[in-house]
C-alpha cells in the first residue's frame, strides 16, 4: 500500500474516505499552515484537485493536519521527532504529530494512499482512500540520497526535481558531492577562481556549471521547507583536480594541472602539511558551513591513492578539526578511520559491500569508537550508479554485477559490519555518481525504483534477529506497493526503470 512500509497498518470496515469537490486542508498547531500548504500543491501536482488551506476545524470531508504535544507515534507512547498518525475515515482524514516533520511525512503516506488522478473527465468526486489507522515513524533519523553534481552539473532546477521525487519516500537528507577532479560547483568568494574554471566542463567534456552563493541557499532552503537537510561534500585530499587546475599555488610545482573530463579515480591530491593548502581548506570549509544550518559537512577522504599514507592521516585529522571549529559535525567515507585523531562524534560512511572486504570494516569501527556513528552506503546495494542489468548504455558495472531491485531491498543495515548495530548505525544513504549519467531524466531513472528499496530500508522496522533478511523482506509484497508509486510518478512526470520483480501498471497513451 505505502513506501516506506508503516511501523503499524490497522484497516477498518466502512465506507470509504471520498475526495470530493468541497475539501479543504484544515491546519492546526505550530507548523502546521506550512505543511498543509505543502499537501495542497502536492495534491494539485498528483491529482489536479486544488484544496484551499484554512485554520478551522474540519468539516465532513476535509483533510485535517494537527500539530501537538502528543500526536507523534512512537511504541512507547513518547512522541516521535518524525513519527506520524493517519486515520481515514468516511468522514475525513486526520494526520496528527508532534512536529511538522513528523506531519509532512504523513502527508506523504497520504499522497501514495490517494490514487494518483480522477478519472479522464474530470469528475472531482472520483478519488477514494479506504478507512485505515496508521501509526508511524522511522528506524533510523538519517535517511538520505547522495547527487554528484560534480561530474556533471544540474541546476538549481533539477536539483529541486530531485528533492521533490525523493522526499515522497520519506528521504530526510540530501547529500551534494559538490566538487572533484571533474568540477568544483559552489563558489567560493575568497576563491573565485575555483568556478570560473573549476567549473568550467565535466564528465566527457559536458557543459559545466557551478552554484552561486544565493543559488545554494535557496536549495537549502527550499530542501528544509520540505524537511530535507543538505549535506555539502567537499571531497579532499584527493578527487581535487578541478581545484588543482583552478590554483597553481595549490600544486608544488606552481604550476595548475590541466582540466580533467575522465573518469579514474585516485590520481590527485592537495599538498599536505602546507600553509597555503591550511588557508585553502579554512577558507572553503568556513564559507560552505556558513551557507548551511545543517549539523554535517562532509570532506570525503575516500580513494586518496597519490597521498602518503602519513600525509593522509595528518591531513583528514586536521580539516576534520577545522569543520568541528566552524560549528559543524565532520563525515567522511570510511576510509578516513585510518586516522584515529578525528574529533569525537565524527560520522563515518561506509561504501564497501555488504559482506566487508579488506580493512574496511575495521575502518568503519573507528568512527564508533570515536564516539561517532556510522551511515551505511554499500556499494553492491546502495550505490545506484550501478547498471541494473549487464549491457545496460548508462551506468557503471565495478562492483562486478548488476544491482537489481532485490540487491537494494533484501539486506540489513545492522547486519553489515560485525559488531556493529542499531545503536551506532545514524542511518542510510543510496548513492548515485555521475560519470555516465547526464540528465536529470537518467538520474531519476537510475535512482527509481532502486531508492524506493533503500529508504524502505531506512525507514521500516528492522527484521526479528532471528529472522534472515531474505524472510523478512518480501520482493513480491514491496513490488506490489512500488506499482502503486509508478502512478504517482506518471502524474507528476518522473522517470522510472520498469525493473522486473514490479507488476507496473500499463502505461498511458
Known amino acids: 500500500m505505502v513506501v516506506p512500509r508503516p511501523v503499524l497498518t490497522q484497516p477498518s470496515p466502512g465506507s470509504p474516505f471520498v475526495l470530493g469537490p468541497t475539501a479543504r486542508i ?27 488551506v484554512v485554520a478551522e476545524p474540519p ?6 493536519v494537527v500539530i501537538a504535544h502528543g500526536e507523534g507515534a512512537h511504541d512507547d507512547g513518547s512522541d516521535s521527532a518524525e513519527g506520524y498518525t493517519l486515520e481515514v475515515a468516511a468522514e475525513g482524514v486526520r494526520i496528527g504529530a508532534a512536529t511538522p516533520a513528523g506531519a509532512f511525512w504523513g502527508v506523504q503516506t497520504l499522497r501514495q494512499l490517494l490514487p494518483a488522478a480522477g478519472d479522464g473527465d474530470g469528475d472531482r468526486d472520483g478519488l477514494t482512500v479506504e478507512q485505515v489507522r496508521i501509526h508511524d515513524h522511522p528506524r533510523y533519523a538519517y535517511r538520505g540520497a547522495m547527487l554528484d553534481v560534480a561530474r556533471h552539473f544540474f541546476t538549481p532546477a533539477e536539483v529541486k526535481r530531485f528533492i521533490d521525487a525523493i522526499v515522497l519516500l520519506k528521504v530526510n537528507h540530501l547529500h551534494l558531492h ?24 565535466g564528465s566527457d567534456g559536458s557543459r559545466g556549471g557551478f552554484y552561486t552563493q544565493d543559488e545554494f541557499r535557496n536549495i537549502v532552503a527550499y530542501a528544509a521547507e520540505r524537511n530535507v537537510t543538505v549535506v555539502p561534500e567537499l571531497d579532499m585530499p584527493g578527487h581535487t583536480n578541478a581545484a588543482l587546475a583552478s590554483y597553481p599555488v595549490l600544486n608544488p610545482d606552481g604550476v595548475a594541472r590541466p582540466l580533467y573530463t575522465g573518469s579514474d579515480v585516485g590520481f590527485s591530491t592537495l ?40 600525509d593522509f592521516v595528518a591531513f ?7 569543520v568541528a571549529e566552524n560549528g559543524k559535525t565532520p563525515v567522511g567515507w570510511h576510509e ?53 542489468a549487464e549491457g545496460d548504455p548508462i551506468g557503471q558495472d565495478w562492483t562486478g554485477k548488476p544491482t537489481t531491485l532485490r540487491d537494494a531491498f533484501v539486506w ?3 547486519r553489515v559490519i560485525p559488531g556493529v548495530g542499531d545503536a551506532h548505525i545514524l542511518g542510510v544513504e543510496a548513492a548515485l555518481w555521475t560519470e555516465t549519467v547526464g540528465t536529470i531524466e537518467e538520474v531519476e531513472e537510475m535512482v527509481l525504483p532502486r531508492l524506493a528499496a533503500v529508504a524502505e530500508v531506512g525507514w521500516s522496522p528492522a527484521p526479528a534477529d532471528t529472522e534472515p533478511v531474505e ?39
Open 59 to 64: 468539516a465532513f470531508g476535509d483533510i485535517a
Open 26 to 52: 484544515s491546519v492546526a498547531g505550530p507548523g502546521a499552515d506550512a505543511v498543509g500548504r505543502l499537501l495542497s500543491e502536492a495534491l494539485a501536482d498528483d491529482c489536479s484537485r486544488d484544496l484551499p
Open 412 to 414: 540489513d543495515p545492522a
Open 178 to 201: 559538490l566538487t572533484d577532479d571533474q568540477g568544483w560547483r559552489i563558489h567560493i568568494e575568497s576563491w573565485p577562481e575555483l568556478t570560473r574554471i573549476g567549473g568550467s566542463t
Open 336 to 388: 578516513m578511520g585510518k586516522a584515529h585523531g578525528l574529533p569525537a562524534g565524527t560520522v563515518g560512511q561506509y561504501w564497501d559491500f555488504t559482506t566487508p572486504r579488506d580493512r574496511s570494516a575495521e575502518y568503519a569501527v573507528t568512527f564508533v569508537r570515536g564516539g561517532g556513528s556510522l551511515i551505511l552506503s554499500p556499494s553492491d546495494a546502495a550505490y545506484l550508479d550501478i547498471v541494473y
Open 271 to 310: 599538498r599536505t602539511g602546507d600553509a597555503v593548502t591550511r588557508r585553502f581548506v579554512r577558507d572553503v570549509v568556513r564559507e560552505v558551513a556558513a551557507l548551511t544550518p545543517g549539523p554535517l559537512l562532509h570532506l570525503g577522504g575516500d580513494e586518496c591513492l597519490s597521498t602518503a599514507p602519513d
Open 471 to 509: 524472510a523478512a523482506r518480501d520482493l513480491d509484497e514491496f513490488g506490489a506497493r512500488v506499482a502503486r508509486l509508478a502512478e504517482h510518478w506518471d502524474a507528476t512526470g518522473t522517470r522510472y526503470r520498469r525493473v522486473p520483480d514490479v507488476p507496473w501498471p500499463e502505461p498511458v497513451g
Open 316 to 322: 583528514v585529522e586536521e580539516a576534520a578539526h577545522v
